[in-house]
């Protein structure tokens, strides 16, 4: 199969298991292209690094899409938001420091158990109370 259609399935399966569960797509698209880039022969030392890396970048992108039409329809608390933002961006970098740290297998592990923590979340019907 052509790569490139490839990517766009998983993309299209990653949006729809978002929309219906309301779980990020880095959960559906990060093991796809860790397996995908075993495949394609990428070296085995840091493909889910990569995985990782690719996934976090188009985060960012659709991340900006979604702020701004969250923004035009009034539905963003930009106070809030400006507390929550240094922490983010702080916790963002450790986690890419420790992550580039971690070896490849050690980094797959963190990521399966996180994985399933989030299966048994859905699994348990897990939510928090909604609020303000």
Do not use: C
């Not at 779980?23 to 030392?45: D, E, K, N, R």
């Not at 990569?50 to 608390?77: E, N």
């Amino acid at each position: 199969m052509d790569t490139i259609l490839l990517y766009l399935i998983v993309g299209v399966f990653a949006g729809i298991m978002a929309g219906m569960f309301g779980v990020g797509g880095g959960l559906i698209i990060v093991p796809a292209l860790s397996l995908s880039f075993l495949a394609a022969g990428m070296s085995p030392t840091n493909y889910v690094h990569i995985a990782i890396g690719t996934t976090l970048a188009t985060i960012v992108v659709t991340s900006i899409s979604s702020i701004y039409a969250h923004h035009r329809r009034g539905a963003v608390m930009w106070e809030i938001f400006r507390q929550l933002a240094p922490g983010i961006i702080g916790g963002g970098l450790l986690g890419a420091v420790i992550a580039d740290f971690m070896p490849t297998k050690a980094l797959r592990i963190a990521f399966g158990v996180f994985e399933v923590g989030v299966a048994i979340q859905i699994g348990l019907n897990v939510t928090s109370a909604p609020h303000r």
